[in-house]
Structures are given as structure tokens and as C-alpha cells.
């Protein structure tokens, strides 16, 4: 992987500290030792994951009337992954080191041990991606289930039902974000690949004549979504994949990279599945997944544009790209500048000393705030204190409640990034937070 971008080479470091010590996300299990590659997500982590989840659905789903969503099961029957080509194909070559015994994927370490420099290694054997389990009590094939390894098949295998119950026709396209797991031989750089992710996806059902023009077209949007929530365009990029590469359903597959520390890696991919799916589905379980072009008097099976993104390596791109180390009155700051949908908190208010004479109006001023936006409330320390640790985690505005505002009505407002400090009446706080959030 070519260097792509000048970074800090401690940024991943760094990021991986803040995240533990401010509460985004903890490695799992820590008190039993932890649980290799699982990672639980923390008060700050938490509302940001929520957001980041939120800034795609308002995208791909609130704001268009050509999509709509779905929450399907986790847990699935074999036939769905036998159809889906899953059970066969879902598969990492794998070898072992011959010296130190380590256990790798093929096709990431150019064959070269990467723990011992050994170029001994066991033949390469499928391995199935796949966490198998058993439903019900009674063993044997009826009872065995899968973690669904990606979202995708419960658009599919719902097609029918969603075309019969809305009034869609193609093109148009169902939405789901939710967990998926797969059972990742070199699960690697933090949240980068882990076995249990969230994964935020969308099959998009259009005539075959119009898949080329609407692959364009997603690919286009998926890469305008990182820019707009604020990754800088050098950070990204497309990689359009040579066809000898493509995965047996794809006709074409791009994917937006990020600069990494480690290099540019993939961060969402956007596929034309052809009528692959619909098509497996079809022949597999005898229920015709079709759609009946009234106008035109036929029948046909719609191809499929999927834009997959990961909701779980989104936040950790995100993070990357925030975290900045600057210089505020001489003294070094470390800042997330994080666009205010995706910070944990949008608001804190900080009373500026905890003298119960300014609980009231602080409380006062809270709860004008708190419907609308994440606020968080902190009275403790000094309040240069204060402002770095919520610079610390992307909080894009401070209010100071003081001695004054018991008399003038009025506080200030800070502004994490050019720090500005402006006197606001606590009578328009709303509104002037509403317009710094471009919510007028
Ligand atoms: P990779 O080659 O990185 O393993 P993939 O090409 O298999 O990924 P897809 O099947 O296209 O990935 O999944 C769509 C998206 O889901 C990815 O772009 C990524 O954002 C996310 N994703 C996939 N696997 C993982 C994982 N193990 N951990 C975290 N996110 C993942």
C-alpha cells in the first residue's frame, strides 16, 4: 500500500487513548482480559456511533422518497447463505506460518510471515467467514443458524414484501443499518475490522438499463456524504476495481478509501450486483422475487445497486480525521473537530463557578437546550480546564454561565474551532444555536 497521506505516526495511538480515556470506546471485557477484536462503545462513543448512524438514515432514507428502511432478524437459516452464495464462496485463504505456527490470510502478507519473517507457510485453505450456532435445543442440520455476515440479504429476501406493502417501483431502494459479524482471521487496527461491526446498507432496485447510470450516480453521493460531514477530500478517494477483481455477483465495484495511517484502505464500497440476488433468491426458494412493469406490460428482475458502508470504521475515519493537536494562548490543545451531527456533544454548559447562585440560571439555560441538541453539563475545575477537555471530544460549543448573566440575562458563547467568545441573551440562545447549526 502506497504512504498516502502525511500523518502523524502516532495519530492511531493517540486516537485509540482518547478513545478509551474519554469514554468512546473501551476494549470488551477488559476485566477478564479483554475479548480479542471485540470493542464496547462508551458514553461519548455511543452518542457519536448514533450519530453517525443518524446522518446516514436522514440521508438515504428521510430525505428521499425513493428509499425506505428495514430492521431484519441477525439470525438466519442456512437456505438464505446457501442462495446467497455465502456458504461456498465466503471464504479467506488461509495458511500457517511453518516456523512460529501463526496464522494468517494469504492474500495480506505478500508472502512473508509478518510476526517472524518466515517464508515457510501450509497450503492455503478456505476458510468460511461465517459464525454458525444452533437454534432451539435439538443439534443437527434443521437447528443450525448463522450471524448474518452483512445486512444485505435481508433486503432480498424481504423484496417481495416490501413492494407489496409500499408503493414503490424501481428505481428505488431499501435501507438497513445494523450488526453483522464475521469471523475475521486477522481482525486488525482497532475498529478497523473487528468481528462484530455495524454495517449501514442500501440495495438499490432499478431497470437493468438503468444500472450503469445509477451505480454512477451512488458512487458519486456515498463520496459527497465523507466530504460534506466534514473528512477533507485529500483524505479520500475512489479505487474503481479492475474487472479481473470483481467478486463473482459484481459487474462493477468501486470504493471510497481513506488515508489511514497505515495507507489508503477501503472505508464503504459501491457495487452493481446485476440481478445476482434476486435472482439466486428466486431459483432457490421458488417465490418469484420480480417486479411487474404495469405500463410497459412486463415482467422483469430488477439489477441491484448496493452502496455498503461500515458504521463502526465511518466513526473511526471520522475520528481520524478530526483529531488535531493546536496551539490556543501558548499552550498545546488537542482538538476533535468534528462536525457538530457527528460530536458527542453538540453543547456544554459550564457554569462558571459552582456557587449555587449560578445552578438556577444554568439549569434554566440547560433545559432551553437539551430537547434539541446532546448537551453535557460540567462544573468541575477551572474553566480553561474545561474548555480543552471538551475540545478534547469534538464539543463544538462551550456556554459560560457567570456572575454577570445573574444580572444581564446573557452568556457566553464559545466556538471550539477559532475559540471566538460572543455574548449571547439567553432569550436567543435558541435560535442563535439553531443558526450556528445551520437549523434555522
Ligand atoms: P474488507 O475487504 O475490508 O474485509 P469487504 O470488502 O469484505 O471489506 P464489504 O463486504 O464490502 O467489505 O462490507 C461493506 C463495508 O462493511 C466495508 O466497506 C466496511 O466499511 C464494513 N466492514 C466489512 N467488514 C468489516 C469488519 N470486519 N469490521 C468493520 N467493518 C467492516
Redesign the pocket.
Known amino acids: 500500500m502506497e504512504s498516502a497521506f502525511e500523518t502523524d505516526p502516532e495519530l492511531l495511538e493517540k486516537v485509540i487513548n482518547l478513545a478509551k480515556r474519554r469514554g468512546f470506546i473501551f476494549q470488551s471485557a477488559e476485566i477478564y482480559g479483554g475479548f480479542r477484536s471485540t470493542y464496547d462503545y462508551g458514553p461519548l462513543g455511543v452518542n457519536m456511533l448514533r450519530n453517525v448512524k443518524a446522518a446516514w438514515w436522514r440521508e438515504m432514507v428521510q430525505m428521499r422518497l425513493d428509499v425506505v428502511g428495514i430492521d431484519a432478524a441477525i439470525l438466519g437459516p442456512p437456505a438464505v447463505w446457501a442462495a446467497s452464495g455465502h456458504l461456498e464462496t465466503f471464504t479467506d485463504p488461509l495458511v500457517d506460518c511453518r516456523k512460529c505456527k501463526e496464522r494468517w490470510r494469504e492474500d495480506k502478507i505478500d508472502g512473508v510471515c509478518p510476526k517472524c519473517g518466515s517464508t515457510e507457510f501450509t497450503e492455503a485453505r478456505a476458510f468460511n467467514l461465517m459464525f454458525k450456532t444452533q437454534a432451539g435445543p435439538v443439534e443437527g442440520e434443521g437447528a443450525t443458524a448463522y450471524l448474518r455476515p452483512?445486512t444485505a440479504q435481508g433486503m432480498f429476501t424481504n423484496f417481495n414484501n416490501v413492494i407489496s406493502t409500499i408503493r414503490k417501483k424501481p428505481p428505488f431502494g431499501i435501507a438497513q443499518i445494523g450488526k453483522s459479524f464475521?469471523n475475521?482471521i486477522t481482525?486488525q487496527n482497532f475498529?478497523?475490522?473487528?468481528?462484530e461491526?455495524e454495517?449501514m446498507?442500501m440495495e438499490f432496485f432499478v431497470p437493468p438499463a438503468e444500472a450503469e447510470q445509477w451505480y454512477r450516480y451512488w458512487i458519486d453521493q456515498r463520496f459527497n456524504w465523507y466530504l460534506n460531514l466534514g473528512i477533507p477530500s485529500d483524505m479520500l478517494r475512489l479505487h474503481e476495481h479492475a474487472k479481473e477483481d470483481l467478486s463473482h455477483y459484481s459487474r462493477g465495484t468501486t470504493?471510497v478509501e481513506f488515508a489511514y495511517p497505515w495507507g489508503w484502505?477501503?472505508?464503504?464500497?459501491i457495487a452493481n450486483r446485476g440481478d445476482y440476488d434476486l435472482t439466486q433468491h428466486s431459483n432457490a426458494s421458488g417465490t418469484k422475487l420480480e417486479y411487474f412493469d404495469q405500463a410497459a406490460n412486463e415482467r422483469y428482475t430488477p439489477y441491484v445497486i448496493e452502496p455498503?458502508?461500515?458504521a463502526?470504521?465511518?466513526m473511526m475515519a471520522f475520528l481520524l480525521a478530526a483529531y488535531h493537536e493546536d496551539e490556543v494562548e501558548g499552550e498545546t490543545r488537542t482538538v476533535l473537530r468534528l462536525d457538530w451531527r457527528l460530536a458527542p456533544y453538540q453543547i456544554a454548559v459550564l457554569p462558571l463557578s459552582k456557587k449555587p447562585e449560578l445552578e438556577g440560571v444554568s439549569r434554566e439555560v440547560l433545559s432551553i437546550l437539551q430537547p434539541y441538541f446532546a448537551c453535557d453539563y460540567d462544573v468541575t475545575q477551572s474553566i480553561g480546564r474545561r474548555y480543552r477537555r471538551q475540545d478534547e471530544v469534538g464539543t463544538p460549543y462551550c456556554i459560560t454561565v457567570d456572575f454577570d448573566s445573574l444580572e444581564d440575562r446573557a452568556v457566553t458563547v464559545r466556538d471550539r474551532d477559532t475559540t471566538e467568545q460572543v455574548r449571547v441573551p439567553i432569550g436567543d440562545l435558541l435560535a442563535n444555536m439553531r443558526a450556528r447549526t445551520n437549523q434555522h
Open positions: 452483512e464475521r475475521e481482525p475498529v478497523f475490522r473487528t468481528r461491526f454495517q446498507e470504493d484502505d477501503e472505508l464503504e464500497g455498503a458502508a461500515g463502526t470504521r465511518a
